[in-house]
């Protein structure tokens, strides 16, 4: 006996930094490349601009297949899983480094993608069959820092690895962290198994096709001039989802039950994290977007104004337990999403001729506060689902803050393009179309926290821990 609650105390111990590792290498791979597209370009004898396929690409692929990696941790066990999808990340990582074309490129960023699609909702699953409730929010909040450093980083190590060595190891530096990975992974992670059902192959094609034609569309929105063959695409991605919920009512099994939708807690959360991703997920690009453009700056030195958002987020960490604690989940995420949402309209202040200096204490702040949004939107998800929806309901998380991100980038630049096209282009008029889009997505991003309205004061209890 002693030796079980010995081995359960070590996994604990151990789980949050498996799963930090595969958060820190999904994250830190979806935006290391930003900076770095000009010189692969190069490399490859391709243009810039044809150059984002090798992004959107990998994160399409995370949207298409994260659906089904619930599915394959009941059936198989979670520590085959997640080991499966740390070799598979790794080598599609090494496959990256070696391409010598676009279409190498691209081939190996799907198969990245593959292994970035399990890896970090299977992790996550363990974690939350591993913790009760009340001590699930402590190391959910330990895991979740990656999340929010791997997003600044990413620029910052991309800009340095292609300035000082060469854009192969950007995608190098994952082999190493894959193989710690890999080893805790085998040593410490647990092998969770669910009873096996039929795998709902019908509604996993409609749902994967939904997330892709939404996805495409917006891709294809703030890149296109065709207004009308992009509409097409949106509206039948919408039709797609509907199809989903005819037949999710008809099925037996579903890959994502529709019963998950009547716990408000989860359908709060869901929506809380798609509406205030738009403006959050928006500010690691454009912010360094305009330091380069308006500024002139180089993108080594948009990466470090931007990187005190990591710092700072260790403070949010060490800091949410307490919060929520006190003043609860429903008064925290609604608080927290005003200030954030005019922390980014702060952004837009500064004039052309203001100190870039001047947006350090404001991204520093936002850091801080995103920390503590992150966290409580993860774990408000999760806290009153049931044992027999922890997959799925773990897997449309997953999936729903992939999507999120992507369509916060693409409204981002769809909101900045809108207002370029009404100024003339001088370095002066970018910049004011830059500070228009960071009004503008900051108040919509202060409206979203109206969503949290539909909590109840007590919702999270059962997720309060020990400070």
Same mark, same amino acid.
């Given at each position: 006996m002693v030796t079980q609650q010995t081995e359960n105390s070590t996994v604990k111990k151990y789980l949050p930094l498996i799963l930090a590792t595969a958060i820190f290498m999904q994250m830190l791979d979806s935006t290391i490349l930003n900076t770095s597209l000009p010189s692969i370009a190069k490399d490859l004898n391709e243009s810039p601009l044809n150059m984002q396929n090798a992004i959107i690409s990998y994160v399409l692929t995370l949207a298409l297949f994260m659906p089904v990696s619930g599915f394959l941790a009941d059936k198989f066990g979670t520590r085959r899983i997640f080991i499966f999808s740390l070799v598979v990340f790794s080598i599609g990582s090494l496959f990256c480094a070696?391409?010598?074309n676009l279409t190498h490129l691209i081939i190996s960023r799907v198969i990245q993608g593959i292994g970035g699609s399990l890896m970090t909702p299977v992790g996550k699953?363990?974690?939350?069959? $591993?913790?009760?409730? %009340?001590?699930?929010l402590k190391a959910m909040n330990y895991a979740i820092v990656p999340a929010l450093i791997g997003p600044v980083l990413g620029p910052l190590v991309g800009g340095y690895m292609v300035d000082y060595?060469?854009?192969?190891? *950007?995608?190098? *530096? %994952? *082999?190493p962290i894959g193989l710690l990975g890999i080893i805790l992974g085998l040593k410490y992670m647990p092998n969770y198994k669910s009873i096996a059902v039929e795998f709902d192959l019908k509604g996993f094609l409609i749902f994967a096709s939904a997330s892709l034609l939404l996805s495409v569309s917006l891709e294809m929105f703030g890149n296109s001039a065709l207004t009308t063959p992009v509409l097409l695409i949106f509206v039948l991605g919408f039709l797609m989802i509907f199809y989903y919920y005819r037949h999710a009512s008809k099925t037996i099994n579903p890959i994502f039950p529709l019963n998950l939708f009547q716990v408000r807690t989860f359908r709060v959360g869901i929506l809380g994290n798609l509406a205030t991703r738009l403006g959050i997920s928006a500010i690691p690009l454009l912010l360094p977007l305009m330091i380069q453009i308006a500024y002139k700056e180089s993108a080594v030195v948009s990466g470090w104004v931007v990187a005190p958002m990591?710092? $700072?987020?260790?403070?949010?960490k060490s800091s949410v337990i307490k919060i929520l604690n006190r003043f609860g989940y429903r008064r925290t995420l609604m608080t927290n999403t005003f200030i954030i949402g005019i922390l980014i309209c702060c952004l837009g202040i500064p004039g052309i001729h203001a100190s870039i200096f001047w947006f350090v204490p404001i991204i520093a702040v936002l850091g801080f506060f995103n920390s503590i949004q992150f966290t409580s939107m993860n774990t408000i998800s999760i806290a009153?689902?049931?044992n027999t929806h922890t997959s799925s309901g773990n897997s449309l998380i997953a999936v729903n803050q992939q999507l999120a991100i992507g369509f916060g980038i693409a409204f981002g630049?769809?909101?900045?393009?809108?207002?370029?096209?009404n100024t003339f282009l $001088?370095?002066? %008029?970018?910049?004011l179309a830059f500070r228009y889009t960071f009004f $503008?997505?900051? *108040?919509?991003?202060?409206f979203s926290g109206f969503v949290f309205r539909r909590l109840h004061s007590k919702d999270g209890d059962n997720m309060k821990s020990e400070e």
């Open positions: 070696l391409s010598q699953l363990a974690l939350m069959k $591993t913790y009760p409730k %009340n001590e699930l060595f060469s854009w192969h190891w *950007i995608f190098l *530096i %994952n *082999i990591a710092l $700072t987020a260790m403070f949010g009153d689902l049931r630049l769809i909101v900045l393009k809108l207002y370029e096209s $001088t370095p002066e %008029n970018q910049n $503008t997505v900051g *108040i919509l991003t202060v």
